[in-house]
């Protein structure tokens, strides 16, 4: 089992493109509508997407899209790092040997190996691994969380959970039973898992999640979601939406932000010149559902090294430690082939691009629960 590369362009992961985008971006106009296009104001080319839609979910939110629409899930954290590896759930017993005699088999400086122990979980064929981090001291462990449900395999992540502690006199002293508590959040995490139909809908507070769902109520730690969806009518489209939690939203988390950074990302990577060619289609403050922020759609032209395309995006910085209103960022791009930006012409005239941006878009809100 190996931890899977992105199978979709998302420039929070590929940085430089976005940055080229939004640096050419200027002007800012007064906040959008929230209302959903209507299907007979969409041009001919869009309109036949819309005759049959379906809505999905990610996070604790959801979108209306295409019936024909393919999802393609990307990193999550809830709170900490899940990989999902549908289909593999009967191998997990192999994986979960393979993690321990790695482990095992490394030598520790002062204890017998680097295992520290397997722990049960949910069922037999699931697992709770713990390791020490570092063979040169005690201090750190990572922990392994391996849960199979049904055909499909979940695995957790817990990186350096450390195993020190205040003795309640001032003075740190290392206390190896710690991890004893994080393998106890973990199984809870287990035990609060389920399998999901891609089209399900949960009524109940919690977390989609690819293949999943987590019922954890809104005081949760922390979230970070992020998902990909794919077009069959228009194969080099992708939008794509992330999610994560945020303590203290800031100048740094705006759109205005990211502009500034991606000047500077262009000219480091000698593309500066290509800021009076880039075509500004629109850019201003929008609401989307209850995630507020500002939005800016670009045509980039060509170069030597990609063709011209849309890239449209809009990044709203959150609210302080809510969940249903994270640092949210929304990403459409086209000219898209075998997971690259400027591959091929884009299908997509401006007006077309901009119509389904502001279809697909305008259908995210918050998931309702009883």
Excluded at 13 to 41: D, F, R, V, Y
Excluded at 45 to 62: D, E, N, S, Y
Excluded at 278 to 288: E, F, G, V
């Amino acid at each position: 089992m190996t931890t899977r590369l992105p199978k979709f362009c998302c420039p929070l992961w590929s940085i430089a493109l976005l940055a080229i985008a939004l640096a050419g971006c200027t002007g800012t106009l007064p906040a959008s509508e929230s209302g959903t296009p209507k299907e007979n104001t969409l041009p001919p080319k869009i309109a036949p997407l819309f005759h049959q839609t379906k809505t999905v979910c990610f996070g604790r939110f959801m979108i209306d899209l295409p019936a024909s629409a393919q999802l393609v899930w990307g990193p999550m954290a809830v709170p900490y790092k899940m990989e999902v590896y549908p289909g593999e759930g009967p191998t997990i017993e192999a994986d979960i040997k393979a993690k321990v005699d790695e482990i095992a088999s490394k030598k520790h400086n002062f204890e017998p190996s680097m295992l520290v122990g397997v722990f049960d979980s949910i069922n037999p064929d699931s697992k709770i691994v713990v390791g020490y981090e570092s063979r040169l001291d005690a201090v750190f462990v990572e922990l392994y969380s391996y849960i199979r449900l049904g055909n499909t395999a979940f695995v957790q992540w817990i990186p350096r959970s450390g195993q020190g502690r205040d003795d309640g006199n001032g003075k740190w002293i290392l206390d190896k039973t710690l991890h004893k508590k994080r393998v106890a959040y973990l199984l809870s995490i287990a035990r609060r898992l389920r399998l999901r139909d891609e089209n399900e809908i949960p009524e109940e507070h919690g977390v989609c999640i690819e293949e999943g769902f987590l019922a954890v109520p809104l005081d949760d730690r922390s979230e970070r979601i992020a998902i990909g969806f794919r077009f069959p009518e228009f194969l080099d489209v992708t939008l794509a939406v992330e999610t994560r939690n945020t303590e203290r939203p800031s100048e740094d988390d705006t759109l205005q932000a990211a502009r500034r950074a991606g000047r500077k990302a262009a000219d480091e990577h000698g593309l500066g010149a290509l800021y009076g060619h880039i075509q500004t289609l629109r850019a201003r403050d929008r609401t989307i559902g209850e995630w507020k922020g500002a939005e800016a759609l670009v045509r980039l032209p060509s170069s030597r090294r990609i063709r011209e395309g849309h890239e449209f995006n809009f990044i709203s910085p959150g609210a302080a430690n809510d969940l249903l209103r994270p640092h949210a960022h929304i990403m459409f791009y086209s000219g898209v082939k075998d997971d690259t930006r400027g591959m091929v012409p884009p299908s997509l005239t401006d007006d077309e691009a901009i119509a389904l941006w502001d279809k697909l878009t305008s259908t995210i809100r918050v998931r309702p629960v009883q």
